[in-house]
């Protein structure tokens, strides 16, 4: 089964701030990768999601962005922070292929921007 | 669009007590997935059950069973006998079999569990 790593855990950094969260997958190959934003007390949004190395896909515009260097490393950025950007950044992974169903989740960063 | 709607913000059960908690959704699509998952303090995300659209049989993971009515779109969960370690957010979710970035999210059930 996979494993999925997030980095770092807890993240404060100013307005106007670049950003860099990374997730990284263990125990799978050319799966599939998502980031989500939490708000405080609501559910999740998908930011992003990537079906192979260099293929990204947004679902909400925004000032953040998205890349996929390595088969399993998943990055998450931003050249200058807003206050809107602060909440829990979670990475997901599902098996490659259509139909797949169960996503898993990543420990996730909790991001604070003052 | 799919929409999934979790209309308990909060429940609260004593502690060896059955609770349930409700999930509507809205979706054209015939085939699908659902699931429910918890959201412990620690906010790791947590799998607790799923079901597939085309089973007639609910899901069941030992303490936890769902009741999936397919004409109706609800997809609740059934908590037996709770602990205090099933205190958490619970989020309903649904899935498209059709398109893999379709996973909506409900708001979420936030579950105390009383000693």
């Known amino acids: 089964s996979q494993t999925i790593h997030q980095w770092p855990a807890t993240l404060v950094q100013p307005v106007g701030s670049p950003l860099s969260l990374e997730c990284t997958v263990e125990?799978?190959?050319?799966?599939?990768l998502y980031w989500y934003r939490q708000a405080a007390g609501r559910g999740l949004q998908l930011l992003f999601y990537s079906v192979g190395i260099g293929q990204i896909s947004s679902e909400v515009p925004q000032n953040l962005s998205a890349s996929r260097p390595q088969d399993r490393q998943f990055i998450l950025s931003s050249k200058k922070l807003l206050l809107s950007d602060s909440g829990f950044y979670l990475c997901a992974t599902d098996p490659p292929g259509l139909g797949t169903d169960t996503q898993y989740f990543g420990p996730g960063t909790r991001l604070t921007v003052l | 669009a799919q929409t999934v709607t979790q209309s308990q913000p909060e429940m609260s059960v004593q502690e060896a007590e059955t609770v349930t908690l409700s999930c509507t959704y809205d979706t054209s699509e015939s085939d699908y997935y659902l699931f429910w998952y918890k959201q412990p303090p620690s906010r790791q995300m947590i799998l607790v059950i799923r079901?597939?659209?085309?089973?007639?049989q609910n899901a069941t993971e030992n303490r936890f069973s769902v009741n999936f009515q397919k004409a109706a779109k609800s997809f609740s969960l059934k908590i037996s006998d709770s602990q205090l370690g099933d205190a958490a957010m619970y989020f309903c979710?649904?899935?498209?079999?059709?398109?893999?970035?379709?996973?909506?999210f409900g708001a979420g059930t936030r579950l105390t569990v009383k000693p």
């Open positions: 125990g799978t190959s050319n799966p599939n």
């Open positions: 079901q597939e659209a085309y089973k007639q």
């Open positions: 979710a649904y899935r498209s079999l059709y398109n893999n970035n379709d996973m909506r």
